[in-house]
């Protein structure tokens, strides 16, 4: 009795440490993705500021080269609306999830449980 006892103790304390490293792992990756958004939100925020002084430059240097006004904000809103686009996609790229789910912590427990039963396996044979 004691032998298993001790092997039951061993497992305990082999799934508490891979818990561990599944949690380390998934905080690390949370604080990624966090990093991602604070990012985006902070380059949205001066985004917006220096992008709405810049559009009205741009339009009335436009305009005062002689394109109608019109014509000069929508040029001006085109471009901005691309380097929208282009923000956004960089700022997903920097929120992919890739990271978070703890795929080292996962493997092991996986190994763990394959030896766990193989060793049972191989025990009762012996007593069979």
Known sequence: MSL??????GVGRLVQGELRLARTEATEGLKA???GLVKIGVAAIIGLVGLNLL??????????TGLGPAWSALLVGAALCLLALGLALAGRAALRLRGIWP??????L???????????NGTEARHV
């Open 4 to 9: 298993l006892s001790d092997v039951a103790t």
């Open 33 to 35: 993705a966090g990093s």
């Open 55 to 64: 559009a009205g430059a741009a339009v009335a240097a436009l305009a005062a």
């Open 103 to 108: 795929e080292r912590a996962l493997r092991g």
């Open 110 to 120: 996986r190994r763990d449980a394959e030896a766990v039963q193989q060793g049972l």
